[in-house]
């Protein structure tokens, strides 16, 4: 059976209970995701012994805030629209990632999933050696291409066919207020170093972890129309999940997008048995890409 195949036995009344968004999941879920970070800050601002370990952690849990950007996308991790709007733009200022134009990218994800020329997310380099995939790890290249991109959005210079031309206001709107936030952030640096233990350090280690668990979504994938089998499901602990928004369940979220993160699991439940592309956890997955790529690139002939 493919995904639509499955979403077409399901019960009139399973579906409207999958696709019920809440307020309260979403809330109580932001609240101990918030929680979590405010946390690690305090440990970091107090400077508790080996607070410098605490860096790494407050990073992960800053750039993991990309799993609730890209679920607002989608408006469901709570009820009301407006909330998923606030939400999602301010997780797009911590990450770089202006939550306008990621609404038309990942949208255009969605409905060209793998498909090679149409899907954006494939129209980066290929990772097809080692070197490539440490350099892509490194979340090097992510800060680079999301800071072009803020200046082509602030210049209106950005071009994508998933991009409509009346978004390019709001899209230029939304950059020049982040490069303006970013430009008083940076300038705070003058009179205290906050900003560069809370946030900017933190992220930069952090990136390469949100780096290794993003490739386990469609890397190897098959490029067919089927989202069992171009998208992967990865098995993994309850603190991944709740870090991700219970995004590891990825086929099941691509094969009914509409369904919020907090019925995900119940979703698993009915499709488990269907899944055609699985890991068992990140650490395997990345193993077994690793293994796949060439030591190193082939000179040319």
């Not at 999958?18 to 968004?21: D, E, I, S, T």
């Not at 097809?128 to 979340?139: I, M």
């Not at 933190?202 to 190897?220: F, I, K, N, S, T």
């Given at each position: 059976?493919?995904?639509?195949?499955?979403?077409?036995s399901?019960?009139?009344?399973?579906?409207?209970s999958?696709?019920?968004?809440s307020?309260?999941?979403?809330l109580?879920?932001?609240?101990?995701?918030?929680?979590?970070?405010?946390?690690?800050?305090?440990?970091?601002?107090?400077?508790?012994?080996l607070?410098?370990?605490?860096?790494?952690?407050?990073?992960?849990?800053?750039?993991?805030?990309?799993?609730?950007?890209?679920?607002?996308?989608?408006?469901?991790?709570?009820?009301?629209?407006?909330?998923?709007?606030?939400?999602?733009?301010?997780?797009?200022l911590?990450?770089?990632?202006?939550?306008?134009?990621?609404?038309?990218f990942?949208?255009?994800?969605?409905?060209?999933?793998?498909?090679?020329?149409?899907?954006?997310?494939?129209?980066?380099?290929?990772i097809?050696?080692?070197?490539?995939?440490?350099?892509?790890?490194?979340?090097v290249?992510?800060?680079?291409?999301?800071?072009?991109?803020?200046?082509?959005?602030a210049?209106?210079?950005?071009?994508a066919?998933y991009?409509p031309s009346?978004?390019?206001?709001?899209?230029?709107?939304?950059?020049?207020?982040?490069?303006?936030?970013?430009?008083?952030?940076?300038?705070?640096?003058?009179?205290?170093?906050a900003?560069l233990?809370?946030?900017?350090i933190?992220?930069?280690?952090?990136?390469?972890?949100?780096?290794?668990?993003?490739?386990?979504?469609?890397?190897?994938c098959?490029?067919?129309?089927?989202?069992?089998?171009?998208?992967?499901?990865?098995?993994t602990?309850?603190?991944?999940?709740?870090?991700?928004?219970?995004?590891?369940?990825?086929?099941?979220?691509?094969?009914?997008?509409?369904?919020?993160?907090?019925?995900?699991?119940?979703?698993?439940?009915?499709?488990?048995?269907?899944?055609?592309?699985?890991?068992?956890?990140?650490?395997?997955?990345?193993?077994?890409?690793?293994?796949?790529?060439?030591?190193e690139?082939?000179p040319?002939?």
């Open positions: 059976m493919d995904h639509t195949q499955i979403i077409a399901l019960p009139a009344t399973t579906r409207a999958l696709n019920q968004r307020d309260v999941a979403g109580v879920h932001l609240a101990l995701h918030l929680g979590l970070i405010a946390l690690l800050s305090l440990g970091i601002v107090l400077r508790v012994p607070w410098w370990v605490l860096l790494p952690l407050q990073g992960v849990a800053l750039v993991f805030l990309f799993t609730l950007e890209h679920e607002c996308t989608h408006r469901t991790p709570f009820a009301k629209d407006w909330l998923n709007e606030a939400v999602g733009h301010l997780c797009g911590v990450l770089l990632l202006p939550f306008i134009w990621f609404r038309y990942h949208l255009a994800h969605h409905k060209y999933t793998h498909v090679p020329g149409m899907d954006p997310e494939l129209a980066g380099p290929a097809k050696t080692r070197a490539n995939w440490l350099r892509h790890v490194s979340g290249p992510f800060w680079l291409a999301n800071m072009r991109l803020l200046g082509q959005l210049l209106r210079r950005a071009k066919p991009l009346r978004a390019a206001g709001r899209m230029q709107a939304e950059a020049l207020m982040m490069l303006g936030i970013y430009a008083l952030a940076l300038a705070s640096l003058w009179f205290s170093s900003m233990w809370l946030w900017i933190p992220v930069l280690l952090g990136q390469p972890m949100l780096r290794l668990y993003l490739l386990a979504e469609h890397g190897d098959p490029q067919v129309a089927n989202m069992l089998e171009n998208t992967r499901t990865t098995f602990t309850r603190l991944v999940r709740f870090l991700a928004w219970n995004m590891p369940y990825h086929a099941e979220h691509h094969s009914l997008p509409q369904v919020p993160f907090h019925q995900l699991p119940q979703l698993h439940k009915l499709m488990r048995q269907h899944l055609g592309r699985t890991s068992d956890g990140y650490i395997a997955f990345n193993r077994d890409y690793l293994a796949r790529r060439t030591p690139s082939t040319p002939s």
